[in-house]
T-cell receptor, first 116, second 114 residues
Framework: DARVTQTPRHKVTEMGQEVTMRCQPILGHNTVFWYRQTMMQGLELLAYFRNRAPLDDSGMPKDRFSAEMPDATLATLKIQPSEPRDSAVYFC??????????????FGEGSRLTVL | AQSVTQPDIHITVSEGASLELRCNYSYGATPYLFWYVQSPGQGLQLLLKYFSGDTLVQGIKGFEAEFKRSQSSFNLRKPSVHWSDAAEYFCAVGTTSGTYKYIFGTGTRLKVLA
């Protein structure tokens, strides 16, 4: 069963610490999205990539967040330094975005981050 | 700019009753439209999508949705709700050119009474 894999599933850290979340998209998918979900804001688009190139990261606080795709099988979202307001569930989703665009995003199970 | 509005934050229905979840969108062209469902502690799963053609689309789990261009709506329906349908439902708009960007609504949380 092809699926998007996210690690860690849960992370508790202290304010000021660096946090790195990882995502393995479905093999063959060339579009990767990062979303943040909170009760107050719902699902917010942080960044997305096509063919490993960042297309839009306007939703991401640039001073502390960074997103990369070191290779086609790994996407990372890093927060440094972390703050309590970053506590949320972070979702990665992948899809096929060229030629046969199916329009469907496949979501991972999320990384629940708690910053104390 | 694209946007999606789900006016109902919470909806409660009795098991066996019919369901309609509302979704309105704003987009300059004909969008791609989606409904996703999220069970507690899980990621989102696609229920159905509309790209073109027949404006009534069928999805998984007995759901359907109707695209109404004149009303900029894409409401989700189910004739008879099951207790297992309790979840949060998200409507989304996908842009049809360029960067294939996805915008999600704020979600509607469905509660089902036994």
């Amino acid at each position: 069963d092809a699926r998007v894999t996210q690690t860690p599933r849960h992370k508790v850290t202290e304010m000021g610490q660096e946090v790195t979340m990882r995502c393995q998209p479905i093999l063959g998918h060339n579009t990767v999205f990062w979303y943040r979900q909170t009760m107050m804001q719902g699902l917010e688009l942080l960044a997305y990539f096509r063919n490993r190139a960042p297309l839009d990261d306007s939703g991401m606080p640039k001073d502390r967040f960074s997103a990369e795709m070191p290779d086609a099988t790994l996407a990372t979202l890093k927060i440094q330094p972390s703050e309590p307001r970053d506590s949320a569930v972070y979702f990665c989703a992948s899809g096929s975005g060229t030629g046969g665009w199916t329009g469907e995003l496949f979501f991972g199970e999320g990384s629940r981050l708690t910053v104390l | 700019a694209q946007s999606v509005t789900q006016p109902d934050i919470h909806i409660t229905v009795s098991e066996g009753a019919s369901l309609e979840l509302r979704c309105n969108y704003s987009y300059g062209a004909t969008p791609y439209l989606f409904w996703y469902v999220q069970s507690p502690g899980q990621g989102l799963q696609l229920l159905l999508k509309y790209f073109s053609g027949d404006t009534l689309v069928q999805g998984i789990k007995g759901f359907e949705a109707e695209f109404k261009r004149s009303q900029s709506s894409f409401n989700l329906r189910k004739p008879s709700v099951h207790w297992s349908d309790a979840a949060e439902y998200f409507c989304a708009v996908g842009t049809t050119s360029g960067t294939y960007k996805y915008i999600f609504g704020t979600g509607t949380r469905l509660k089902v009474l036994a």
